[in-house]
């Protein structure tokens, strides 16, 4: 009865890899967000998808790119990774209406060599 | 761009102490969240406060919007070990759908 999962919890990859990480919502919501959390633990959001379309762009470098085949699944590739990418990684999504309360998936660590 | 500010950092209290954050905001926001993360797990949303002056309870938490909606406190009376973790703010500008989450306030709670 997962709420929203993420694929994989831990990711060791070296400098230069491609790399991507899934994310899956049974929660029946329309929106979708990709949060980065780095060491000092600050949360900040990356990208977000309503209905597989995409509403919130931050600045955040091409080498990411978001996918979201449909509602339920947002996947983030990254390309060409650097040290700086190592953090938590995390998905979330939010029910329709005027709260957008977020429901954050476990995180994936990535972890760049 | 918009920043939101908390402080402190950290706290350390003995069970049974009051435990407040205080979150504030470069711009005027439309509404806050506030979210739970205990240590190796991930935010849970624990509640929004909308309407300028608002002040909502959940057991032992209380929460507080301020006047002008540009700064917001957590209290927490009577500090319990389940209380322990990194409590933080989220604003949202009007119009925007993006959050953004204050620094975060970690708590730690000794028995």
């Known amino acids: 009865d997962t709420a929203v999962s993420q694929t994989p919890k831990y990711l060791v990859t070296q400098m230069g890899n491609d790399k991507s990480i899934k994310c899956e919502q049974n929660?029946?919501?329309?929106?979708m967000y990709w949060y980065k959390q780095d060491s000092k633990k600050f949360l900040k959001i990356m990208f977000s998808y309503n209905n597989k379309e995409l509403i919130i762009n931050e600045t955040v470098p091409n080498r990411f790119s978001p996918k979201s085949p449909d509602k339920a699944h947002l996947n983030l590739h990254i390309n060409s990774l650097e040290l700086g990418d190592s953090a938590v990684y995390f998905c979330a999504s939010s029910p329709p209406g005027t709260v957008y309360e977020q429901y954050f998936g476990p995180g994936t660590r990535l972890t760049v060599t | 761009g918009q920043q939101v500010m908390q402080i402190p950092q950290y706290q350390h209290v003995q069970e049974g102490e009051d435990f407040t954050t205080y979150c504030n905001s470069s711009t005027t926001l439309s509404n806050i969240q506030w979210y739970k993360q205990r240590p190796g797990g991930h935010p849970v949303f624990l509640i929004q406060l909308v309407k300028s002056g608002e002040v909502k309870k959940q057991k032992r938490l209380t929460f507080q919007f301020g006047e002008a909606k540009k700064n917001s406190s957590l209290h927490i009376t009577a500090t319990q070990t389940t209380d322990v973790g990194t409590y933080f703010c989220a604003g949202r500008n009007t119009g925007r759908r993006a959050l953004t989450f204050g620094s975060g306030t970690r708590l730690q709670v000794q028995p």
């Open positions: 929660l029946g919501h329309d929106t």
